[in-house]
């Protein structure tokens, strides 16, 4: 997920648990590059004629916190996931007649619902919207926001934070892992908020160069709970040597299996509802054998893609990285760093219109 430049001394409060809910003034700052791509005309969703290709390279700075973010991927070989059916691994099903409900009521997310939410975190809005405001008026912003998809489309919103818990930065840290986890005391502040909205609340992962299941078993309290999902960023997953920002990170199915199946255990453990899982992508390459990614019974899975620019390019890149068969799409809609941000009932006139939609 893209980041603006954080200043030090306000990383410090953005990791504090006293200065939850203050708002910052946010930084005036230029358009990406790939934001000049040129705005596409007639239908939304005209398929694309060539495969997409990288728009721009970000040039990262050496002492401010990171923003690469480029819409399209490296020059692409045809896509092996736009059409591949996901590799079968035998996991436990989820535990029949799950006794814990949604926010909103039944244990499916999809088909049911279609999924609207904000992405940030708190205290700063150099990060996403959620920092804009106290987690109280955010849910009443997103519920507001949702309001048109539902009107557009076909099925109930169910609406979501997303919410960076663990926040990957240029320095390594006390432990050495160029990342740092929100204080305990924040992460329940705002499932509160989304808890008495009948949100989700997801929990965002960059963990720099900590192990993406380490780090997401800091979680595990929370993810017990029926109303709170996981999203992992590989954009921030960097390898040793290499300063988170500098350029962009990446997994592989490996390790996205072994998250998944981790989350999968706890629903049927746990007779949980369908718990949301997303794996954030705006490259081909951030997703190593992407192919090899395996579906769970207790989990809807989405590859949620985050470029970010002119109608176009986006468009193409999100049917280039569309999610195939067994798993599900989401669709990042930016309201500084898009040319022309698509209205929500132009997303609703996708090809594939997408499960989940977040703002940034």
């Known amino acids: 997920m893209r980041m603006r430049a954080l200043p030090p001394l306000l990383l410090v409060c953005v990791l504090s648990a006293s ?7 946010a930084p005036s700052a230029a358009p990406s590059s790939a934001a000049t791509a040129t705005t596409a005309s007639g239908t939304p969703d005209a398929s694309p004629s060539t495969t997409p290709s990288e728009t721009a390279s970000a040039t990262p700075t050496a002492t401010a916190t990171p923003t690469p973010r480029e819409s399209a991927p490296a020059t692409p070989k045809p896509s092996p996931s736009a059409s591949a059916k996901p590799t079968a691994k035998p996991s436990p099903k989820p535990a029949a007649g ?7 009521g039944g244990t499916k997310i999809f088909p049911k619902y279609r999924i609207v939410a904000y992405y940030g975190t708190s205290a700063t809005p150099l990060m996403g919207v959620l920092g804009e405001t106290t987690p109280e008026k955010a849910a009443a912003r997103i519920q507001k ?3 048109p998809f539902e009107k557009a489309g076909k099925k109930p919103v169910l609406p979501a934070m997303e919410f960076i818990a663990t926040i990957a930065n240029r320095h390594a840290g006390p432990d050495g892992n160029y990342s740092t986890p929100m204080a305990d005391a924040v992460i329940e502040r705002w499932l509160k908020a989304a808890r008495k909205a009948k949100m989700l609340l997801i929990i965002d992962v960059q963990p720099g160069h ?12 929370w993810l017990r709970e029926p109303d709170v999902g996981l999203a992992m960023d590989p954009e ?3 390898p040793k040597g290499v300063a988170p920002g500098s350029r962009i990170g990446s997994t592989d199915a ?3 299996n072994a998250v998944s199946a981790y989350l999968n255990d706890i629903v049927t453990e746990h007779k949980l509802p369908q718990k949301l899982f997303v794996v954030h992508q705006f490259r081909e390459t951030m997703i190593r054998d992407r192919s090899k990614v ?3 019974p207790g989990l809807a899975t989405v590859f949620h893609i985050d470029g970010f620019g002119g109608r176009e390019i986006k468009l193409k890149v999100y049917r280039y990285l569309r999610a195939p068969k067994g798993f599900y799409n989401g669709f990042k809609l930016f309201f500084d760093e898009d040319t022309n941000m698509f209205e929500p009932r132009e997303v609703m006139r996708f090809r594939d219109v997408p499960d989940l939609i977040t703002y940034q």
């Not at 200065?19 to 003034?25: I, L």
């Not at 799950?98 to 909103?104: C, D, F, W």
């Open 210 to 221: 900590g192990d993406f299941l380490t780090e997401v078993k800091r979680y595990d309290k």
């Open 19 to 25: 200065c939850d809910g203050q708002k910052k003034a």
């Open 98 to 104: 799950a006794t814990k409900q949604l926010p909103r």
């Open 236 to 238: 921030w997953k960097m």
């Open 145 to 147: 926001a949702a309001k």
């Open 254 to 256: 490996k390790t996205v």
């Open 294 to 296: 395996v579906t769970r």
